[in-house]
T-cell receptor, first 119, second 110 residues
């Protein structure tokens, strides 16, 4: 059973460029969330996709956009890169309804991340 | 609000027991999660509490008090491989968000 896979694992860009990161969720999962993790910080929620639509968004500018495909895989796009966008970008998948203790909320399964460096 | 507070760093000795606390102020609480993250790696799920009380899972246990907005992760029989960051995360019902704390970096010394 393949877990969450992300690509690329590492990439270097320069300011002003654009980047696309890709994610395939764990088998059986239909929901994909993207997080940004700066060094020494916890993951910050960017947005979540479900049924090919952005269902919720964190406090990130419109330069951050995404997409979910019919096979549940997802892309994160960042335009006009800034130095401050350098971080580990984590994709996490989940499935509503696979919770515990009577909850419909299950845990997130993370991919290994894409480490973006903006020069 | 959705503040989640954890200690920044902790140090413990191999074989000992350590308790990592997490406090949160969030409305619509629906679950509290603990993740382990080794340097340069993705977070991995450890434990999850929805109801008050203790959840035990091998050397790891997690406790939740919803009325106090408080949780802790208890690690027993510490091993060197337990040196990692431990992230507390809260799920807010209806928001689809898992809000993470900044993490607690645990160093296990020989």
């Amino acid at each position: 059973d393949a877990g969450v896979t992300q690509s690329p694992t590492h990439l270097i860009k320069t300011r002003g460029q654009q980047v696309t990161l890709r994610c395939s969720p764990k088998s059986g999962h239909d929901t994909v969330s993207w997080y940004q993790q700066a060094l020494g910080q916890g993951p910050q929620f960017i947005f979540q996709y479900y049924e090919e639509e952005e269902r919720q968004r964190g406090n990130f500018p419109d330069r951050f956009s995404g997409h979910q495909f019919p096979n549940y895989s997802s892309e994160l796009n960042v335009n006009a890169l800034l130095l401050g966008d350098s971080a580990l970008y984590l994709c996490a998948s989940s499935h509503i309804g696979q919770g515990r203790q009577g909850s419909s909320v299950g845990e997130l399964f993370f991919g290994e991340g894409s480490r973006l460096t903006v020069l | 609000g959705q503040n989640i507070d954890q200690p920044t760093e902790m140090t413990a000795t191999e074989g000992a027991i350590v308790q990592i606390n997490c406090t949160y102020q969030t409305s619509g609480f629906n679950g509290l999660f603990w993740y382990q993250q080794h340097a340069g790696e993705a977070p991995t799920f450890l434990s999850y509490n929805v109801l008050d009380g203790l959840e035990e899972k091998g050397r790891f246990s997690s406790f939740l008090s919803r009325s106090k907005g408080y949780s802790y992760l208890l690690l027993k029989e510490l091993q060197m491989k337990d040196s990692a960051s431990y992230l507390c995360a809260v799920y807010r019902l209806g928001t689809y968000k898992y809000i993470f704390g900044t993490g607690t970096r645990l160093k296990v010394l020989a």
